[in-house]
T-cell receptor, first 114, second 109 residues
Framework: EPEVTQTPSHQVTQMGQEVILRCVPISNHLYFYWYRQILGQKVEFLVSFYNNEISEKSEIFDDQFSVERPDGSNFTLKIRSTKLEDSAMYFC????????????FGDGTRLSIL | RKEVEQDPGPFNVPEGATVAFNCTYSNSASQSFFWYRQDCRKEPKLLMSVYSSGNEDGRFTAQLNRASQYISLLIRDSKLSDSATYLCVVNTNAGKSTFGDGTTLTVKP
């Protein structure tokens, strides 16, 4: 059973629309990460989030993207004005205060932009 | 130069074979190192952490050479179920994980 649950498992959206991907940790973790994996390519870091603030973000994570933890439980990734190239698997991961420890990934959301 | 570079693969081996994967990383400030496996269209799953002293978990052995910035994974007596993509992952002290492109292994009967 995954430590992190992601919803939806598959999202199909028209180009230009906004999508919200959700991540629900099973226990009360404070460190979260979003990654994406375009089909056939490697896993790429998007953003890290600690204590309700972004702690680091990649070049990919531009103004089109935002993250928040609106209710203290769910951790969301919002993508505004989606483009075809946003089609990918999006993985949420949880970490711990000990940054040397491995991250554990949710089972991902497959985002398809038409 | 890629931050994390792995053997390009793919590796196709018979059951029972021993196979080794290599990985190099460019950031000398990297703090922690891991091997994950990823099955087709699934999430990365932690296989094992990698320590400077080397570590073993059953048929899997991982090695780290900080001076050479080199990581390896050895799989002995390979099983059909070992077929997957193996991901070399390097963490900075900020916790960000950088992934290699992955090396695909297919174990055949």
């Amino acid at each position: 059973e995954p430590e992190v649950t992601q919803t939806p498992s598959h999202q199909v959206t028209q180009m230009g629309q906004e999508v919200i991907l959700r991540c629900v940790p099973i226990s009360n973790h404070l460190y979260f990460y979003w990654y994406r994996q375009i089909l056939g390519q490697k896993v790429e870091f998007l953003v890290s989030f600690y204590n309700n603030e972004i702690s680091e973000k990649s070049e990919i994570f531009d103004d089109q993207f935002s993250v928040e933890r609106p209710d203290g439980s769910n951790f969301t990734l919002k993508i505004r004005s989606t483009k075809l190239e946003d089609s990918a698997m999006y993985f949420c991961a949880r970490g711990t205060a000990d940054r040397t420890q491995p991250q554990h990934f949710g089972d991902g959301t497959r985002l398809s932009i038409l | 130069r890629k931050e994390v570079e792995q053997d390009p693969g793919p590796f196709n081996v018979p059951e029972g074979a021993t196979v080794a994967f290599n990985c190099t990383y460019s950031n000398s400030a990297s703090q922690s190192f891991f091997w994950y496996r990823q099955d087709c269209r699934k999430e990365p799953k932690l296989l094992m952490s990698v320590y400077s002293s080397g570590n073993e978990d059953g048929r899997f052995t991982a090695q780290l050479n900080r001076a050479s910035q080199y990581i390896s994974l050895l799989i002995r007596d390979s099983k059909l179920s070992d077929s997957a993509t193996y991901l070399c992952v390097v963490n900075t002290n900020a916790g960000k994980s950088t992934f290699g492109d992955g090396t695909t292994l297919t174990v055949k009967p």
